[in-house]
């Protein structure tokens, strides 16, 4: 079949959650048997978010290969288990780039460079280059943004010259809020009719409405959004909260929002998609009854989504071993030696985030000799293994003053170091280690028992590195370097053998795991924590 084009556009508000939608739309139609890809269009200037402060756009995801991009492409693997790359994110930054290198080239041969035609070609091009590989039924492009926005005005151009040159083989899926008035206690229904027409007034007519809302939205309500905003009354469809972004798969699929689309395509409609397995993980969501409860110790800890993929990979993970998960978030600049007991000593579990920069680092490190002298498993992430190491080599090795070169350039023991190749380097965009990297795990670790192989591929986003030059003292001590790239001998995984769970990974496991494919690494985390509980709690009877 040709491919058809998706396009998600929103309206009235920011964060309505058009990735969610377009994942679950994703989702929805591989459970058919389609080949499906999504990709989002940021309407930033950054070429990425690789150099934005979490606080700005909150977690950086990274792509196989190498790629910094925005979060909402850690929800598209998650519900569809596709590996995304660089070409599915895109921004204002890498468009204009693009153009203006052509013209630096002479590629324009002399004519004055325009936002139409140069700029919107670009992004038709880009849009259009998934679908040139011939490896989709599918492509959902998610527009970022709300329709208004001076930024997005390229992008919309786009769509809507891309919409009249395909056809029937593309739709415009608009998702826009319904709020509920309170004191008139009303659903309203204008911003969605406003919302509408300002797409409408730039070229596009929707041909889907999503509506967000808190409260049920009455058929009669729906046909007169219908009637206002020329789209069938059949393609009105709600998106009523939940309690669980895993549950509007499901939603979406009773609103019958798949066979719309497919309806709308001219794809033909068979059967139901096959969902049981999702079915089976919101079964386990449901039912677990036993809660597990992990702290994360962190610099962002106040931001929602600035650790979204391990808040995930956790959830994910508690919920196949049958337990609810309850998340305590940190500040390791709050982390002191008079409070970490206060703090630590009711968790099951805890997670040392990744990070950049000093600020907190100290916190991290009273928090970590705390969970290693009182045995309690602990996972530290990128920064969170670096600082694993270096408190090891503080109080352990006696390295009184270890450190990282990010933090002390001038530190005596630079267990944590700059790599050779990266001393040069300046410019901060898409310059530090990206992406998948293969990783040999020692025989028997803890580590390979997880994954149950020795040998396996991570993604990576980092600069500093463990320094082998003190490998040898580490082993001795007690702390075991179980990992390392084949090609580089760098350190991936350290663990301490003599503890029931104490594991730094170099690389981000959380890039990995999905809803039907839990990360190994985080399974078994959940289980050496719901362990220790029960260990606890056996203790605290006798």
């Known amino acids: 079949m040709e491919t058809k084009y998706l396009f998600v ?57 190498g790629h910094e991009a925005d979060l909402d492409l850690g929800h598209y693997e998650r519900f569809t288990d596709i590996r995304t790359t660089r070409a599915n994110n895109i921004t204002t930054g890498r468009i204009y780039q693009s153009v203006i290198d052509k013209e630096r080239r002479g590629d324009y041969l002399g004519k004055t460079v325009q936002i139409v035609p140069h700029i919107t070609d670009e992004i038709k091009r880009a849009v259009k280059a998934l679908g040139n590989t011939g490896n989709f039924d599918f492509i959902i492009t998610e527009i970022g943004g709300v329709v208004g926005d001076i930024e997005s005005l ?48 730039l070229g596009i007519q929707p041909d889907i409405l999503v509506l967000r809302t808190e409260r049920h939205i009455s058929p009669e309500m729906r046909r007169k959004i219908a009637l206002f905003c020329n789209v069938a009354p059949d393609a009105v469809v709600q998106s009523i909260d939940v309690d669980t972004i895993y549950r509007v798969p499901v939603k979406m699929h009773e609103q019958h929002l798949d066979e719309i689309v497919l309806h709308k395509t001219h794809t033909p409609i068979e059967g139901e998609p096959h969902m049981q397995p999702w079915l089976d993980f919101l079964h386990k969501m449901d039912n677990a009854t036993d809660t597990v409860t992990i702290g994360i110790v962190g610099k962002y800890v106040e931001l929602q989504d600035a650790y979204k993929s391990i808040n995930e990979a956790l959830l994910q993970a508690a919920i196949y071993a049958d337990h609810k998960l309850k998340l305590k978030f940190i500040h390791s600049e709050k982390v002191n030696g008079g409070n970490v007991a206060d703090m630590l000593g009711d968790l099951d579990g805890v997670v040392i985030a990744p990070g950049f920069g000093q600020r907190g680092i100290e916190g991290k490190f009273v928090a970590l000799k705390y969970c290693r002298e009182h045995d309690i498993p602990t996972f530290g992430i990128c920064l969170g293994m670096q600082c694993m190491v270096i408190e090891f080599a503080r109080d352990v090795l006696g390295l009184a003053e270890a450190n990282s070169t990010e933090m002390n350039p001038t530190t005596p023991d630079n267990v944590i170091d700059l790599m050779e190749e990266q001393k040069s380097i300046s410019n901060m965009g898409g310059t530090m280690r990206l992406g998948a990297y293969d990783c040999v795990l020692r025989d028997k670790s803890l580590a390979a028992d997880a994954y149950g192989s020795q040998t396996i591929s991570e993604r990576h986003r980092h600069r500093f590195e463990f320094n082998n030059d003190y490998r040898d003292r580490f082993e001795q001590a007690g702390m075991a370097c179980v990992g390392e790239n084949p090609a580089t001998r760098l350190v991936e995984v350290v663990e301490i053998p003599s503890l029931r769970w104490f594991v730094g990974t170099q690389y981000h496991p959380e890039y990995s795991s999905t809803v039907l494919h839990p990360h190994p690494l985080f399974r078994s985390f959940i289980k050496a924590a719901i362990d220790y509980r029960d260990e606890r709690k056996k203790s605290e009877k006798q």
């Not at 959650?17 to 058919?32: D, N, V, W």
């Not at 919409?163 to 969605?192: F, M, Q």
């Open 9 to 65: 556009t929103g309206g009235v508000v920011s964060s309505l959650g058009k990735g969610i939608i377009s994942s679950s739309l994703a989702c929805l139609l591989k459970a058919r048997g389609y080949r499906v890809t999504i990709q989002k269009f940021d309407p930033y200037i950054n070429i990425d978010p690789g150099t934005l402060n979490p606080y700005e756009h909150g977690e950086c995801y990274v792509t196989v290969d």
């Open 154 to 201: 390229p992008f919309l151009e786009a769509v809507r010259q891309l919409r009249w040159e395909l056809g029937d083989n593309s739709l415009c899926i608009h998702l826009t809020y319904v709020p509920y008035i309170a004191a008139a206690k009303e659903l309203k229904t204008k911003p969605t009719q406003h919302s509408v027409k300002r797409l409408q007034e």
